[in-house]
């Protein structure tokens, strides 16, 4: 019978200790690494999170800052509780926004980010005498989009998933921006609790300042609807009659409107320019020196939708000129969109 060496039999029991001990190591990374990945996404940033939260379909407006997240109606949460086991679980707010938590009953969390929540929860274990001084810790596990819709002059009008308030800016961004025909300010449209509607009127076009509609947030459930620049026409003798799109702000004075009409003809006369303006059910008549306004020894007339500029061509001609003339002209005229 074969006999094994005393320094061999030493040699294979410290090979298999060192392999006992590497296999127990990877055992116990494997172990751990779950956990460090659930800390790095509530830690380190959004990007695992929105990931892993975001529905497959359609775009996703998600906030900046994920901690900002508002919890609502249908959100499925995890909780845990440091040094109690026997309290995690998993919990669903219900219509009413309430959390049902064990022990405790139930905690109204609808409306607060998930920290606010994490905090409701610990006070109610201390007031119920439950635990002195809890680390709770919550995590999104499953959520309700909301969604907005955005209508009228944008680039790509349609539904956007919308989880939290976002301001009014980023979300016309995220719709591909307004499109050259859109007026000077964009409304928003909210539902009330009671079954109104509210709606909000915020000033902003492209190149002016930014600033209310960087204030301005929109919630989901809103409706943002970019209105069409208002149309003013220009006729008579000018170069280029026809509608023009007071884009860019949706303001534009009596100079401008002419400067997009190419200029006055070779014909034409600036001492008594025609505005025809329909207001409140009534038409009335304005007889502009624009010659003057040119060059800078008048105040400028500022327009609004739907007003019609005629340009006589001559001051006799002007004085035949009535309202009636000047909008069945109108009603001819094409609609030119320019840039200003």
Same mark, same amino acid.
């Given at each position: 019978?074969?006999?094994i060496?005393?320094?061999s039999? #030493?040699?294979?029991?410290i090979?298999? /200790?060192?392999?006992m001990? +590497?296999?127990?190591s990877?055992?116990?990374?494997?172990? &751990?690494s779950?956990?460090?990945?659930s800390?790095?996404e509530?830690?380190?940033?959004t990007t695992s !999170?929105?990931r892993?939260?975001?529905?497959?379909?359609?775009?996703a /407006?998600?906030?900046?800052?994920?901690?900002?997240?508002?919890?609502? !109606?249908?959100?499925?949460?995890?909780?845990?509780v440091?040094?109690?086991?026997e309290?995690?679980?998993?919990?669903?707010?219900d219509?009413?926004g309430? +959390?049902n938590?064990?022990?405790i009953g139930?905690v109204?969390v609808a #409306?607060?980010?998930l920290?606010?929540a994490?905090?409701?929860i610990?006070?109610?274990?201390?007031?119920?005498?439950?635990i002195?001084s809890?680390?709770?810790?919550?995590?999104?596990i499953a959520?309700?989009?909301? !969604?907005?819709?955005?209508?009228?002059?944008?680039?790509?009008?349609?539904?956007?998933?919308?989880? *939290?308030?976002?301001?009014?800016?980023?979300v016309?961004?995220?719709?591909?921006?307004?499109?050259?025909?859109? #007026?000077g300010?964009?409304?928003?449209?909210?539902?009330?609790?009671?079954?109104?509607?509210? &709606? &909000?009127?915020? /000033?902003?076009?492209?190149?002016?300042?930014?600033?209310?509609a960087?204030? !301005?947030?929109?919630?989901?459930?809103?409706?943002?609807?970019?209105?069409? *620049?208002?149309?003013?026409? +220009?006729?008579?003798?000018?170069?280029?009659? #026809?509608?023009y799109?007071?884009?860019?702000?949706g303001?534009?004075?009596?100079p401008q409107? &002419?400067?997009?009409?190419?200029?006055?003809?070779?014909?034409?006369?600036?001492?008594s320019?025609?505005?025809?303006?329909k207001?409140?059910?009534r038409?009335?008549?304005?007889?502009?020196?624009?010659?003057?306004?040119?060059?800078?020894?008048?105040?400028?007339?500022?327009?609004?939708?739907?007003?019609?500029?005629?340009?006589?061509?001559?001051?006799?001609?002007?004085a035949?000129?009535?309202?009636?003339s000047?909008?069945? *002209?109108?009603?001819? /005229?094409?609609?030119?969109?320019?840039?200003?």
């Amino acid at each position: 019978m074969a006999t094994i060496p005393h320094k061999s039999i #030493g040699g294979l029991l410290i090979a298999q /200790a060192l392999g006992m001990l +590497v296999l127990g190591s990877l055992c116990s990374a494997q172990q &751990v690494s779950p956990a460090i990945s659930s800390n790095l996404e509530q830690t380190a940033g959004t990007t695992s !999170t929105r990931r892993s939260l975001s529905p497959s379909a359609g775009p996703a /407006a998600l906030p900046d800052d994920f901690a900002k997240l508002r919890l609502d !109606t249908g959100y499925q949460l995890e909780l845990d509780v440091f040094g109690a086991p026997e309290m995690s679980c998993s919990l669903r707010v219900d219509d009413d926004g309430d +959390v049902n938590v064990p022990l405790i009953g139930t905690v109204h969390v609808a #409306g607060e980010t998930l920290r606010e929540a994490e905090r409701a929860i610990a006070h109610e274990l201390v007031a119920k005498e439950m635990i002195n001084s809890p680390n709770v810790l919550l995590k999104i596990i499953a959520f309700a989009a909301g !969604t907005i819709t955005m209508s009228g002059e944008v680039q790509s009008p349609g539904k956007l998933q919308l989880l *939290a308030p976002r301001t009014l800016l980023a979300v016309l961004a995220d719709a591909g921006g307004e499109t050259t025909a859109a #007026g000077g300010h964009v409304e928003i449209h909210r539902s009330l609790p009671g079954g109104g509607e509210q &709606v &909000v009127q915020v /000033a902003y076009a492209p190149g002016k300042d930014p600033r209310e509609a960087e204030k !301005t947030l929109v919630l989901p459930g809103d409706t943002v609807y970019v209105p069409r *620049a208002g149309v003013i026409y +220009v006729l008579g003798a000018v170069n280029r009659p #026809g509608g023009y799109l007071m884009v860019n702000g949706g303001t534009l004075d009596l100079p401008q409107a &002419v400067a997009l009409a190419m200029g006055i003809s070779p014909v034409g006369s600036s001492k008594s320019v025609v505005v025809v303006r329909k207001q409140d059910g009534r038409i009335g008549e304005y007889r502009l020196r624009l010659d003057e306004m040119q060059r800078g020894k008048g105040e400028t007339f500022a327009l609004i939708d739907g007003d019609m500029v005629y340009v006589p061509s001559s001051k006799v001609k002007s004085a035949l000129i009535n309202s009636s003339s000047v909008l069945s *002209a109108a009603a001819s /005229a094409a609609i030119v969109s320019t840039v200003h």
